[in-house]
């Protein structure tokens, strides 16, 4: 039989969760700008060669910076975090709700225990561990014990001499209006302890005073739901930011080459190519009809002017000349290689388009010439 007790309960409104928070964190905070202005100026111009209005103002920035940091992650993490508490009490108040006193006979009467109060018994380290711990009392000898759900007797608290370490006894209560005082004496010596409980009520004005206080501090560190917003799109334009320096770096090693890049179309890019090869003895150039894939492939016929050049030369010849017009362009040799027959030449050029191409020509272009270094 177990009688009616009133439950501690651990689930408490929104508010207390909230305010709990909001304090932490204006904890967390002046904590943080504590640290900056302990620094110590004169050694902070020392390591970076500046003055002591320049080190004041950079480390006032940085502090700016950092602070706007730490309130905007309180203030992303505040709803989770919050939910958090309320599952864990939520589970306590079901731990508590749910157990069952286990059945205990007095030891002296052997009549069966009752029920007078439980409560739970938390580990901080693991929550896995927190355990119901139930306060019975004899209904004949009113004898009590604590024990826990399994039965086992929680060991009574004995309070120990400050001086001697034997057992203290209880030696009387005083009750006031704001006071209750409780003497304890040593069994051994003449020692006496003497607890104090504060029963008066704080006083109005310095609640009110703290209040204020907290207010002024929660609107100085705690982010409003604007301001939560500014700190999610300052935070993510920041990442943006940071991927794209880190693109822009990735192509630090070939920026020059590329910013000497010209982009040719193919009507240029056969101008050109008419140009130079002329000068090389060339001449009778013609380009085919353009084939769009991945890449652009024109290919390519003319002939040798020279009548006394060999095909090994002429080809040779071709080859170079090709190759050093369109050393800085987007237009490259394909490696089918050059055919020759009674003074004509053929030859496919390969042309690169979209920004990751050209970077990949250039790339393959540097190797080559690393190697021939
Ligand atoms: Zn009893
Ligand atoms: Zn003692």
Redesign the pocket.
């Known amino acids: 039989m177990s009688t009616q007790i009133e439950l501690q309960r651990h689930l408490k409104d929104r508010s207390y969760y909230e305010e709990l928070y909001d304090k932490i964190t204006i904890d967390h905070c002046k904590r943080w700008e504590d640290c900056y202005r302990k620094m110590d100026i004169d050694d902070l111009c020392k390591k970076t060669k500046s003055t002591k209005k320049e080190a004041i103002s950079s480390l006032s920035g940085f502090c700016n910076m950092h602070m706007w940091f730490e309130k905007g992650a309180r203030a992303a993490e505040k709803e989770e975090r919050i939910q958090e508490w309320i599952n864990a009490d939520k589970a306590l108040d079901k731990l508590l709700e749910d157990s069952i006193e286990p059945r205990t006979f007095c030891t002296k009467c052997d009549r069966l225990m009752q029920l007078r109060y439980k409560r739970v018994e938390k580990d901080y380290d693991n929550s896995n561990n927190d355990k119901v711990i139930f306060l019975l009392q004899c209904p004949d000898c009113e004898g009590r014990k604590w024990v826990y759900e399994d039965g086992t007797e929680r060991e009574p608290y004995k309070r120990l ?1 400050e ?2 370490s ?1 057992e203290m006894e209880h030696a009387g209560e005083k009750m006031t209006k704001k006071m209750v005082k409780t003497t304890y004496k ?1 069994t ?2 003449e ?1 006496k302890e003497v607890d104090e409980l504060d029963l008066s009520e704080e006083d109005p004005k310095e609640k009110e005073k703290e209040l204020a206080e907290f207010m002024k501090d929660k609107a100085r560190y705690c982010l409003d739901e604007k301001g939560l917003q500014e700190y999610k799109e300052g935070r993510d334009n920041l990442k943006r930011m940071e991927e794209l320096v880190k693109e822009f770096k990735k192509d630090d090693d070939i920026r020059p080459q590329l910013k000497e890049i010209e982009k040719l179309s193919v009507a240029s890019l056969e101008k050109k190519l008419k140009a130079t090869l002329r000068r090389k003895g060339f001449d009778k150039l013609r380009t085919s009809e353009p084939k769009v894939d991945k890449y652009i492939t024109v290919d390519v016929k003319l002939r040798d002017a020279k009548e006394d050049r060999e095909e090994y030369q002429s080809k040779q010849d071709l080859k170079h000349a090709v190759e050093k017009t369109l050393e800085k362009t987007n237009w490259s040799l394909m490696t089918t290689g050059i055919s020759y027959r009674l003074g004509v030449l053929e030859c496919s050029l390969k042309g690169h388009d979209s920004e990751d191409q050209i970077k990949e020509l250039v790339r393959s272009r540097e190797k080559k010439a690393a190697k021939k270094r």
């Open positions: 001499c001086k001697c034997s040593c051994k010596c020692h």
